[in-house]
């Protein structure tokens, strides 16, 4: 059974940058797509990037285009999400998924595997 579980989340002052680690066990992750998810309270979840299992990279927030990159590493059976430039606005809580579907999708159903999450908190 896949297990994911986030971490590097945090505080960091505007403009400064975070890396977020998505590590997985019980399965390798290669052959799922991988999705970052983020969430403020009392709204619903909102897909961020996705990297499908074959390398293909889609973008679901444009307020993180160009400052947010998804990337994998297999051989550390890990995804990563570097963010630069944070906004106030990008504070949430980070969830990453793992979906076996043909292609991404920031449908929240298609996603069997979720980390816990981690907290980011942009604010001076």
């Known amino acids: 059974q896949l297990q994911l579980v986030e971490s590097g989340g945090g505080l960091v002052q505007p403009g400064g940058s975070l890396t977020l680690s998505c590590a997985a066990s019980g399965d390798t992750l290669d052959s799922y797509n991988i999705a970052w998810f983020r969430q403020v309270s009392g709204t619903e979840r909102r897909g961020v990037e996705c990297i499908s299992s074959r390398g293909t990279i889609v973008n679901y927030s444009d307020s993180v285009k160009g400052r947010f990159t998804i990337s994998r590493d297999n051989a550390k059976n890990t995804v990563h999400l570097q963010m630069n430039s944070l906004k106030p606005e990008d504070t949430a809580v980070y969830f990453c998924?793992?979906?076996?579907?043909?292609?991404?999708?920031?449908?929240?159903?298609?996603?069997?595997?979720w980390g816990p999450g981690t907290r980011v908190t942009v604010s001076s």
């Open positions: 998924a793992a979906s076996r579907d043909t292609f991404c999708t920031e449908f929240v159903p298609s996603y069997d595997h």
